[in-house]
């Protein structure tokens, strides 16, 4: 009788350990916040997830609200979600981003991919998704939006960058294949969040390189895109407007990279009839790094990106210009830094501090 007390506490102690460690940690969130600014368009692709560091989120997120920006970008990887099979979720991490920012006041665009090992191939790299498993991928999507809605993330990003051929796990880019992923997944996430955006392209802007097996020109790979009948998959359009080394005013062609290159994407939409539809910036910016060949001067940064903020309420169709990048937690020494808007110590750089200036209202 002793013995068998003694065993029934302690499986009772167990059992109580191994669901503690199950539950959702408590947050130390803030009163609600709301962001003021003199452009709601402007926004920041944040690098916030896998971090788990509370207060280095909390402070970041604030810092995104004080510079003036409502709206954010952030990857939230389906690998941090199911890292070992199909069964079941962990939303710690996506939780503590997402409240945070809420509490912020900060709209959330939500782009969901990076695949899990047990999702595919040996050797594979995690952008690689095989028809196979777009079930598994739109399961995680719509249980994502589903969870989130309530909490205001209506915009779900669908794939970075599919018309890379490193983005589309060392492949081929393959419109076809995309427009059949977004076949899979719209519907899924009608069903459970009917006021869900999904968001399609995030294109890596340019002509083809090596006859497009590493990139897929993005005007060719969206034509083909329509010609594969995805329209009816997609409510809005993400677009990735960088500067390169040209004033956001340079006139577009389709031979340059440069902001305005977004106004042929817009121009293409509309010749197939999709001109209801709005386009979203999720990507945007100059580089001032002082060694790197395709880098801008540090004022030229500054000048420009007001520019290109100005430029964005000339465009009716135009939801948010959200710019890369606003922090990383680590520096590499090099010129992936200067996209930086803040250092990793939370330092402002010059182009936070000239935002801040440009997006603060008059007293």
Request: hydrophobic share 40%; proline share 9%; charged share 20%.
């Amino acid at each position: 009788m002793k013995y068998a007390f003694l065993f029934t506490i302690t499986m009772v102690v167990a059992l109580m350990q191994f669901f503690a460690l199950r539950q959702p940690p408590r947050l130390d969130l803030p009163p609600q916040q709301h962001v003021q600014t003199t452009n709601a368009l402007l926004g920041v692709h944040t690098r916030l997830s896998g971090i788990g560091d509370e207060a280095y989120i909390k402070r970041s997120l604030e810092q995104v609200r004080e510079l003036g920006s409502p709206w954010i970008v952030e990857l939230f990887p389906w690998a941090y979600a199911q890292p070992r099979s199909r069964y079941g979720f962990d939303w710690a991490g996506s939780d503590m981003v997402i409240q945070h920012a809420r509490r912020q006041g900060l709209t959330v665009i939500a782009r969901l991919d990076l695949v899990p090992a047990w999702a595919r191939p040996r050797n594979s790299t995690d952008r690689y998704l095989d028809p196979t498993f777009y079930s598994d991928y739109a399961t995680y999507v719509a249980a994502f939006a589903e969870r989130y809605a309530p909490l205001g993330v209506r915009h779900i990003q669908i794939w970075n960058e599919p018309n890379l051929r490193f983005e589309w796990g060392d492949r081929n880019p393959d419109p076809g294949a995309y427009a059949a992923l977004l076949k899979v997944v719209y519907p899924r996430v009608k069903a459970v969040a009917p006021d869900a955006i999904v968001i399609a392209g995030a294109l890596s802007p340019g002509t083809s390189i090596d006859g497009g097996t590493t990139r897929m020109d993005d005007l060719h790979y969206l034509a083909s895109l329509y010609d594969a009948a995805a329209a009816p998959y997609f409510d809005m359009w993400a677009v990735h407007a960088y500067g390169a080394q040209e004033p956001p005013e340079a006139a577009p062609t389709p031979e340059r990279v440069n902001f305005r290159r977004i106004e042929l994407v817009r121009a293409l939409m509309e010749r197939f009839g999709d001109q209801a539809k709005r386009i979203i910036v999720t990507e945007a910016g100059w580089n001032d790094h002082p060694r790197w060949s395709a880098a801008v001067r540090p004022a030229d940064r500054i000048r420009w990106t007001l520019a290109a903020c100005e430029l964005a309420r000339s465009y009716p169709w135009l939801e948010a210009l959200v710019f890369w990048q606003f922090a990383t937690p680590f520096s590499t020494r090099s010129y992936p830094d200067n996209w930086n808007f803040v250092a990793p110590d939370g330092t402002p750089r010059p182009i936070y501090l000239a935002v801040q200036e440009y997006t603060r209202p008059d007293p």
